[in-house]
């Protein structure tokens, strides 16, 4: 039989304890909505692809048929087993859900030059154009979307009411005075209309 010193359980049991306080923090901060929800999904994966919500409540159904047919992403209420048709697409799309299970962004890459980002809400199907917020609070962003290659992608969930997103993307011929030819910028944006710059470069870097 093995003994351990008095000092050494101690230890032990602070570890523990810690262990367990940091998961507890953890927890609490997930059902606040307050920590980054990093679950995004890149489509297409296959002919059919579900994507239920955190809490279970709802379900995307991305169908993607044959070349040549539109691409259909259906939401589902598990309880209800009703179902609507969010939209049609064309390319391929990212999905990520909100902590709350409240929203979902998706971004569109409906064009090899162009990409757009939206926030809908599952219940009611009302729809969130980030590009609309983003440049209700930064005036040269307009430009930047209106390059030769925009793309504005919706990364991440800072919390169920708050996302990361990054522009890039570059001109084709000069760009307009003072602005960048090629471009990344960074934005925390809140849906309650505000959105604020991290970051910007003169480089093209997506992620």
Not at 170 to 197: C, E, M, Q
Request: proline share 6%; charged share 25%.
């Amino acid at each position: 039989m093995i003994t351990v010193p008095s000092h050494m359980r101690h230890l032990c049991r602070r570890a523990v304890l810690a262990t367990l306080l940091i998961m507890l923090g953890a927890s609490m901060a997930w059902s606040q909505g307050k920590a980054p929800y990093r679950n995004v999904v890149v489509l297409p994966r296959g002919r059919i692809t579900r994507i239920p919500s955190p809490d279970r409540q709802w379900v995307l159904i991305f169908e993607c048929p044959d070349a040549g047919d539109p691409r259909k992403l259906w939401i589902e209420n598990r309880q209800s087993h009703s179902r609507r048709l969010v939209n049609e697409y064309q390319r391929s799309l990212a999905i990520g859900w909100a902590p709350n299970s409240k929203r979902f962004f998706v971004e569109d890459a409906f064009a090899s030059n162009e990409s757009q980002s939206y926030v809908i809400e599952p219940a009611t199907l009302k729809t969130i154009d980030l590009s609309s917020i983003i440049t209700d609070n930064d005036r040269e962003a307009g430009q930047y979307l209106k390059a030769g290659h925009s793309y504005l992608a919706a990364k991440r969930w800072l919390s169920s009411h708050e996302l990361r997103v990054t522009l890039f993307g570059h001109f084709d011929g000069n760009a307009p005075p003072g602005v960048l030819s090629s471009f990344t910028i960074r934005y925390d944006v809140d849906l309650s209309g505000k959105a604020r710059k991290i970051s910007k470069s003169s480089t093209e870097e997506p992620y």
